[in-house]
């Protein structure tokens, strides 16, 4: 099986000559544009923490995952 | 997108705002999940245990102001306008703690605490590479990333033990197939499991000091990573026999400074092919062998770049 499967993977061959033009298709266009739009903190008892010093209600944004992170 | 909305935007300045993992939250019993999950039963999510994922908005003492889990800009500013109202309405005795949560947090364990101050924190991003077929939708459009860590003497390993040109070492295997199992793992659509170290049949990654100047070497990377499992499991849908691995070449290229003993530069890439699906990766449409690669990359020190690894409890860092 390990034979037939190597057989159907030399559609991506990463050599020096390629190296830039994979890595740039790896790339996404735009990390997350919500990062950089809102300052998300990136833990919730450090979001209580500045909330309470600043008097402001917590907005908590959760996934599986971390959204920041790998979702 | 509910958090590229003009109006969300300008409405998030009201508020502390945070993101972070639901499971986690869900799960332990430190100060942080118990505020999350004393507001998340009251909230929509009281009915949906399994998972809580959404936007919810509370008060530091944890009183519930408003949640919903949508992808609709409109109705999450809904939320956000009659939280706002309901927060102006609530005394601040009440709205805030008695004490300050600044000493609580000594009792929050996250994965972050381990983060390797002294050693190299690298951001990996996935995505699927070009096909003779494009995929539709958001599907086609889809990566994902993580964060990969090493510790002082993990990062050493990557460079050869004479600081000469011409000098090669063979990275440690412990290091090499734990990125393998953690960090090679389809994750573009959404989460994955890792592999097993059973599952990984080659891993191997030579590191060869290319060229040195003054105190920096110029490094080459170069490595295959396959995995390989078989067994029993839901791609989404009804248990069943499934196959997943991949196929992987590695290549990069690092700058590392033999006077701070730190890597200035260093990526990465992994690319070949992958095949299969998980649970919850949203592969079950697209189970066959395609091509998909992984960008490494040295992270920044910002809070959202010092986020744990996904598979973080995996590292026996703890």
Not at chain 2, 54 to 79: K, W
């Amino acid at each position: 099986m390990l034979a037939a499967i190597l057989a159907l993977s030399q559609t991506v061959v990463l050599t020096d000559a390629t190296y830039e033009e994979i890595k740039a298709q790896i790339i996404p266009p735009a990390l997350t544009e919500s990062a950089q739009k809102i300052p998300w903190v990136a833990d919730l008892w450090t979001a209580v923490v500045y909330a309470q010093q600043q008097d402001k209600p917590i907005l908590l944004w959760v996934m599986n995952g971390h959204p920041l992170a790998c979702t | 997108m509910v958090w590229t909305d003009p109006k969300n935007i300008e409405l998030a300045k009201e508020f502390v705002s945070a993101a972070d993992d639901v499971g986690r939250l869900q799960r332990s019993s430190h100060p942080d999940s118990l505020l999350f999950q004393k507001v998340a039963e009251k909230s929509f999510s009281r009915d949906h245990p399994a998972t809580r994922q959404g936007t919810y908005v509370l008060t530091p003492s944890g009183i519930h102001l408003g949640s919903i889990n949508s992808n609709d800009p409109t109705r999450v500013a809904e939320v956000l306008e009659k939280a706002l109202a309901a927060w102006a309405a609530i005394p601040k005795s009440e709205r805030l703690l008695p004490e300050d949560p600044i000493f609580a947090r000594a009792q929050v364990d996250r994965g972050e605490d381990y983060y390797p101050r002294d050693g190299m924190a690298l951001r990996v991003i996935s995505h699927d590479l070009p096909r003779e077929v494009d995929v539709s939708g958001w599907r086609g459009k889809s990566w994902n990333q993580d964060f990969a860590w090493f510790r002082y003497d993990e990062m050493q390993a990557f460079v050869p033990n004479i600081h000469e040109a011409g000098q090669t070492r063979l990275v440690p295997e412990a290091i090499v197939r734990r990125i393998a199992r953690l960090h090679l793992a389809d994750n573009v659509r959404g989460q994955t499991s890792p592999f097993s170290d059973a599952n990984l049949p080659t891993a191997f990654l030579r590191a060869e000091i290319r060229a040195r100047a003054g105190a920096t070497l110029f490094l080459r990377f170069e490595g295959l990573a396959i995995a390989a499992q078989s067994g029993v499991w839901s791609v989404g849908g009804p248990v069943g026999r499934q196959n997943r691995g991949y196929e992987l070449q590695l290549l990069g290229k690092a700058m590392y400074d033999t006077g701070s003993g730190r890597f200035t530069q260093f990526e990465l890439v992994a690319a070949g092919t992958r095949w299969g699906g998980t649970q919850f990766n949203e592969r079950r449409d697209d189970l066959a062998t395609n091509p998909i690669g992984f960008y490494f990359s040295l992270a920044g020190t910002s809070p959202q770049e010092r986020l744990a690894p996904a598979f973080f409890s995996h590292y026996g860092w703890r």
